[in-house]
């Protein structure tokens, strides 16, 4: 019986090999939750990496229970970022007798420009100021919201705007959002910062927690630089 050779199955074996990374960072080593490669922002027990608008004054935000909840004026990272991926965790609270934006009002801004809205839309048809929207850009895909009174989670994932030697922007910023671990928002172009996000940035910029006056609450915040 002759031998039957393969070169071309060995030779695409060989190559898809030669792409593979050398060595990959393990981010989990058992069963932590959070990546080992994050930023903690926020872990129930302090608002120390966090200012009042360029103050220590982080206003009436308060810990209670290893969650902080908004009040006396939003808060911004110490630290600045661009790309990066934002996991933010929040409880709405029922607000029954308001409507509209008056309904658990509150957002988390990247880079100090792009807002993704927090908002009790639940049961609604979404729209560019619902829950999950880029705020006045792209309405989510679909309502992902729990009903107010429950832990609801976002993952943001920011690709900055892009500037050349010149400082022109040569490409606009881009989004993805899973809403309760729901693609909701798939690579949005924002060409644009969101209303209340000052100018386009070119430099990094920090994560703010928007007080709107509604006793949100957060906990659980962390960020991976990309």
């Keep these: 019986m002759s031998t039957i050779r393969y070169p071309t199955i060995a030779l ?4 898809a090999a030669s792409l593979l990374p050398a060595t990959a960072a393990n981010l989990f080593e058992g ?3 959070i990546p080992s490669d994050a930023i903690v ?3 129930g027990k302090d608002l120390s990496k966090w200012t009042g608008g360029g103050s220590e004054d982080r ?3 308060k810990i209670e229970n290893g969650y902080a909840v908004a009040g006396g004026g939003s808060i911004y990272t110490k630290q600045k970022f661009k790309d990066c991926q934002l996991h933010v965790e929040f409880w709405l609270p029922l607000m029954a007798g308001e409507q509209g934006q008056g309904r658990a009002n509150s957002g988390v801004f990247l880079q100090d420009a792009y807002e993704v809205q927090i908002l009790d839309s639940y049961g609604l048809r979404s729209n560019g100021g619902d ?3 880029i705020y006045s850009i792209s309405a989510p895909m679909v309502n992902a919201c729990r009903p107010p009174e429950h832990w609801q989670s976002f993952d943001i994932f920011l690709r900055a705007a892009r500037f050349d030697a010149n400082g022109k922007k040569v490409a606009s910023a881009r ?3 899973l809403h309760n671990g729901v693609w909701i928002q798939e690579n949005v172009e924002v060409p644009r910062p969101t209303p209340g996000g000052g100018d386009g940035p070119k430099d990094p910029g920090s994560v703010q927690l928007q007080d709107h006056g ?3 609450r957060f906990r659980n915040i962390w960020l991976r630089p990309l």
Excluded: K, Q, R
């Excluded at 695409?12 to 190559?15: A, E």
């Design 175 to 177: 989004m993805s959002v």
């Design 214 to 216: 509604c006793p949100i």
């Design 59 to 61: 206003g009436g935000w």
């Design 41 to 43: 922002l926020f872990d």
């Design 131 to 133: 829950c999950g929207a």
């Design 31 to 33: 069963n932590e939750a």
């Design 12 to 15: 695409t074996v060989s190559l």
